[in-house]
């Protein structure tokens, strides 16, 4: 099994430091902790959380445009920090990112052609302009915008918002990506257009072999992206659930998931009337620089025991394909 | 008989961009009632925030109404009010909640000096304004003492919309104005606000616009909502009509496009093409490029008209008969 591991993550930590005022004194905001999960080849991995819980720093991390602050990563068997300049140039061509902004992501100047051209040519895919044309012409068809004459010479601005984000992805798969962190990606789309994205990058995992790291706040939309695959739930800088997506869905274990899909609204008047939101004992996220010592949910659970404030838990096998960081799941603590 | 509040007649809102003409709200009839939640659903581009400015007469330069009418509580026309009018007639008779509510509240000035600001702006209401602020903090839950001597930044997103709110409400308006009042928010928080505002619509009657793209949202609190397209009004109706029983092929397409944890996802698909360009629209149906069923029709005659096919259930197609069997 272990030799499609693509990507294994291996007691990973991001600090941060900051400071309350300009005076006072400086405290750690620990983003990222002792976080280990493995990736494996073609599969899609989504992430789930809320603002402020690590997602976004997390695949920073994982395409290198932060360092974490201790732990490492291991790219095809390969520690990142020991790899050779020929292993880190293959990591950052088969390892990229597409942003949630599309707006953001392009350069306002560039036309399409000048955008995927000096990616192409940069990761040496080709070298000869009518041989970087056909690569081109070849990306844009791929991803739906077609015919490619038509989009070519266009700038960002004479683009949709869909068009954008395809041009996005069109970038990021131009160097033969094995992985593909994917930050949001269709937060920004509308709605009528999110399933076409969606889908794109479906097709782009079955035809091309690509594995996805897909970060989203959107439970709904990591139903649908990672069906058949795997979820993670993410809650202050920890994994706090882990299982295949529907099961998650379907019988949430951890309080937090709980919560999180008690509240998510469904387009079913009768249905989402008669939902009921978990109680939680606060609806704020603490402060990051006052997290509670024991369980970092114990100040918010409906259900935390003394042992939530005292201990903080691991997270732990407790099914054939589920792992969950609560007491409540862990056998012989009750 | 359900009476009407605020009656917009053949509004039309244009924008002029590089010499061209964009037109995001079209000869359009909308009727509020009193004690109505009314959701205006739709994608970015559509109109519907555009809508919500025109409602208090706020459209900022280059563009303006170009014609239509605003009536409020079958009298005033809000469109003929002058500024000093208009001041009074914001926050007293209709307020308005907006996305950002960090970008409502003033960064440098702390809250209670903010909500004396709009007090003492409208110096004609003088009422235990002070009981009704300690109220209104705890109807949305969130605790007078904490908040009223701090600055913005200091308290968090969900608890700045709330704060956002209070603001609005803080003079007993009738009708209040959401755009995407949850759209910043995180899910738990979300469900917070959606909670608080039924229970402000159960316990003050307050009517509300909420203008929102995401039909789930609106599934939460709505009792009627209309689906705009393109600066236009597509489909009208009572919130189970639209969600058990719509007509319109664009309507139809936004319920199966929106991946949900509840559901058939097998099935979602998206809408095909991208919304038109507004200084070009197409001739006759707006959205027949996009649309499944579009025939000769509805590219060569008229725009279909809003008209009502059940009671008080209102469609723009020219086919929604052979469409809906």
Same mark, same amino acid.
């Given at each position: 099994m272990d030799n499609n591991i693509l990507m294994r993550i291996d007691n990973l930590n991001k600090d941060f430091s900051s400071r309350e005022s300009i005076l006072g004194k400086e405290i750690q905001i620990?983003?990222?902790? +002792?976080l280990s999960f493995d990736i494996y080849e073609g599969e899609v991995l989504a992430i789930v959380g809320e603002s402020g819980c690590g997602k976004t720093t997390l695949g920073k991390i994982l395409v290198e445009l932060l360092e974490p602050t201790r732990g490492d990563i291991y790219y095809r068997g390969k520690k990142l920090r020991e790899m050779s300049k020929k292993e880190f140039r293959t990591y950052r061509r088969e390892v990229q990112i597409v942003h949630q902004d599309p707006y953001a992501a392009? +350069?306002?100047?560039?036309?399409v052609y000048q955008t995927l051209s000096s990616v192409i040519i940069a990761n040496g895919i080709a070298r000869r302009s009518n041989e970087v044309r056909e690569k081109i012409d070849e990306l844009l068809t791929i991803v739906g915008l077609t015919p490619p004459g038509e989009f070519i010479n266009k700038y960002p601005h004479q683009l949709s918002g869909g068009q954008r984000q395809r041009i996005v992805i069109a970038r990021a798969i131009a160097p033969n990506p094995k992985l593909i962190v994917a930050d949001e990606a269709v937060s920004m789309i509308d709605v009528s257009l999110r399933i076409g994205i969606l889908n794109l990058l479906l097709k782009l995992k079955e035809e091309l072999n690509i594995a996805y790291f897909f970060i989203t706040h959107d439970f709904g939309v990591a139903r649908f992206f990672a069906k058949n695959n795997r979820v993670g739930v993410m809650y202050l800088g920890k994994i706090v659930e882990f299982g295949s997506t529907e099961e998650v869905i379907r019988d949430p274990l951890h309080p937090y998931t709980k919560a999180l899909l008690s509240a998510v609204p469904v387009p079913d008047p009768n249905l989402t009337r008669s939902r009921k939101l978990l109680p939680l004992k606060s609806l704020d996220i603490p402060n990051p620089a006052n997290i509670p010592s024991g369980c970092k949910f114990s100040d918010r659970c409906p259900y935390s025991m003394d042992r939530c404030y005292r201990e903080r838990p691991e997270l732990i096998q407790v099914d054939k394909n589920r792992l969950v960081s609560c007491f409540l799941h862990i056998k012989g603590c009750l | 008989m359900k009476e009407i509040l605020l009656d917009i007649k053949g509004l039309t809102v244009e924008y002029l961009s590089n010499s061209k003409i964009i037109k995001a709200v079209d000869n359009m009839d909308l009727a509020v009632y009193k004690e109505d939640v009314i959701g205006i659903v739709g994608e970015s581009g559509c109109g519907k925030s555009t809508l919500a400015m025109s409602i208090l007469n706020l459209i900022p330069s280059p563009g303006y109404i170009r014609d239509g009418l605003i009536i409020f509580d079958r009298g005033i026309n809000i469109l003929n009010l002058n500024e000093e009018e208009l001041n009074r007639f914001r926050w007293e008779k209709i307020s308005m909640v907006f996305q950002a509510a960090q970008n409502t509240l003033n960064p440098v000035v702390k809250i209670n000096e903010q909500l004396n600001d709009i007090i003492s702006a409208h110096p004609n209401i003088n009422t235990s304004i002070r009981e009704r602020v300690i109220e209104l903090f705890k109807l949305v839950k969130l605790d007078p003492e904490r908040v009223l001597n701090v600055y913005p930044h200091q308290l968090s997103g969900g608890m700045k919309q709330r704060v956002a709110i209070v603001m609005a409400l803080i003079l007993e308006p009738p009708l209040l104005i959401l755009d995407e009042p949850t759209t910043a928010l995180d899910v738990l928080t979300q469900k917070q606000i959606l909670e608080t505002l039924k229970e402000l619509h159960k316990t003050k009657n307050i009517s509300m616009i909420l203008i929102t793209h995401d039909l789930s949202i609106v599934a939460e609190i709505a009792e009627r909502i209309a689906i705009m397209y393109a600066g236009k009004i597509v489909e009208l109706a009572s919130i189970d009509e639209i969600f058990y029983n719509s007509k319109h092929p664009y309507t139809k397409g936004l319920l199966k496009a929106a991946p949900s944890i509840v559901g058939d996802i097998e099935s979602l698909v998206s809408i095909p093409g991208s919304p038109p360009d507004l200084s070009s629209l197409p001739k006759g149906c707006r959205f027949n490029d996009r649309c499944p069923f579009v025939k000769d029709i509805c590219k060569e005659t008229e725009q279909p008209l809003l008209t009502e096919v059940l009671p008080d259930h209102l469609v723009a197609c020219h086919r929604w008969r052979e469409i809906n069997g």
């Amino acid at each position: 099994m272990d030799n499609n591991i693509l990507m294994r993550i291996d007691n990973l930590n991001k600090d941060f430091s900051s400071r309350e005022s300009i005076l006072g004194k400086e405290i750690q905001i620990h983003a990222v902790s +002792n976080l280990s999960f493995d990736i494996y080849e073609g599969e899609v991995l989504a992430i789930v959380g809320e603002s402020g819980c690590g997602k976004t720093t997390l695949g920073k991390i994982l395409v290198e445009l932060l360092e974490p602050t201790r732990g490492d990563i291991y790219y095809r068997g390969k520690k990142l920090r020991e790899m050779s300049k020929k292993e880190f140039r293959t990591y950052r061509r088969e390892v990229q990112i597409v942003h949630q902004d599309p707006y953001a992501a392009l +350069n306002p100047v560039k036309t399409v052609y000048q955008t995927l051209s000096s990616v192409i040519i940069a990761n040496g895919i080709a070298r000869r302009s009518n041989e970087v044309r056909e690569k081109i012409d070849e990306l844009l068809t791929i991803v739906g915008l077609t015919p490619p004459g038509e989009f070519i010479n266009k700038y960002p601005h004479q683009l949709s918002g869909g068009q954008r984000q395809r041009i996005v992805i069109a970038r990021a798969i131009a160097p033969n990506p094995k992985l593909i962190v994917a930050d949001e990606a269709v937060s920004m789309i509308d709605v009528s257009l999110r399933i076409g994205i969606l889908n794109l990058l479906l097709k782009l995992k079955e035809e091309l072999n690509i594995a996805y790291f897909f970060i989203t706040h959107d439970f709904g939309v990591a139903r649908f992206f990672a069906k058949n695959n795997r979820v993670g739930v993410m809650y202050l800088g920890k994994i706090v659930e882990f299982g295949s997506t529907e099961e998650v869905i379907r019988d949430p274990l951890h309080p937090y998931t709980k919560a999180l899909l008690s509240a998510v609204p469904v387009p079913d008047p009768n249905l989402t009337r008669s939902r009921k939101l978990l109680p939680l004992k606060s609806l704020d996220i603490p402060n990051p620089a006052n997290i509670p010592s024991g369980c970092k949910f114990s100040d918010r659970c409906p259900y935390s025991m003394d042992r939530c404030y005292r201990e903080r838990p691991e997270l732990i096998q407790v099914d054939k394909n589920r792992l969950v960081s609560c007491f409540l799941h862990i056998k012989g603590c009750l | 008989m359900k009476e009407i509040l605020l009656d917009i007649k053949g509004l039309t809102v244009e924008y002029l961009s590089n010499s061209k003409i964009i037109k995001a709200v079209d000869n359009m009839d909308l009727a509020v009632y009193k004690e109505d939640v009314i959701g205006i659903v739709g994608e970015s581009g559509c109109g519907k925030s555009t809508l919500a400015m025109s409602i208090l007469n706020l459209i900022p330069s280059p563009g303006y109404i170009r014609d239509g009418l605003i009536i409020f509580d079958r009298g005033i026309n809000i469109l003929n009010l002058n500024e000093e009018e208009l001041n009074r007639f914001r926050w007293e008779k209709i307020s308005m909640v907006f996305q950002a509510a960090q970008n409502t509240l003033n960064p440098v000035v702390k809250i209670n000096e903010q909500l004396n600001d709009i007090i003492s702006a409208h110096p004609n209401i003088n009422t235990s304004i002070r009981e009704r602020v300690i109220e209104l903090f705890k109807l949305v839950k969130l605790d007078p003492e904490r908040v009223l001597n701090v600055y913005p930044h200091q308290l968090s997103g969900g608890m700045k919309q709330r704060v956002a709110i209070v603001m609005a409400l803080i003079l007993e308006p009738p009708l209040l104005i959401l755009d995407e009042p949850t759209t910043a928010l995180d899910v738990l928080t979300q469900k917070q606000i959606l909670e608080t505002l039924k229970e402000l619509h159960k316990t003050k009657n307050i009517s509300m616009i909420l203008i929102t793209h995401d039909l789930s949202i609106v599934a939460e609190i709505a009792e009627r909502i209309a689906i705009m397209y393109a600066g236009k009004i597509v489909e009208l109706a009572s919130i189970d009509e639209i969600f058990y029983n719509s007509k319109h092929p664009y309507t139809k397409g936004l319920l199966k496009a929106a991946p949900s944890i509840v559901g058939d996802i097998e099935s979602l698909v998206s809408i095909p093409g991208s919304p038109p360009d507004l200084s070009s629209l197409p001739k006759g149906c707006r959205f027949n490029d996009r649309c499944p069923f579009v025939k000769d029709i509805c590219k060569e005659t008229e725009q279909p008209l809003l008209t009502e096919v059940l009671p008080d259930h209102l469609v723009a197609c020219h086919r929604w008969r052979e469409i809906n069997g």
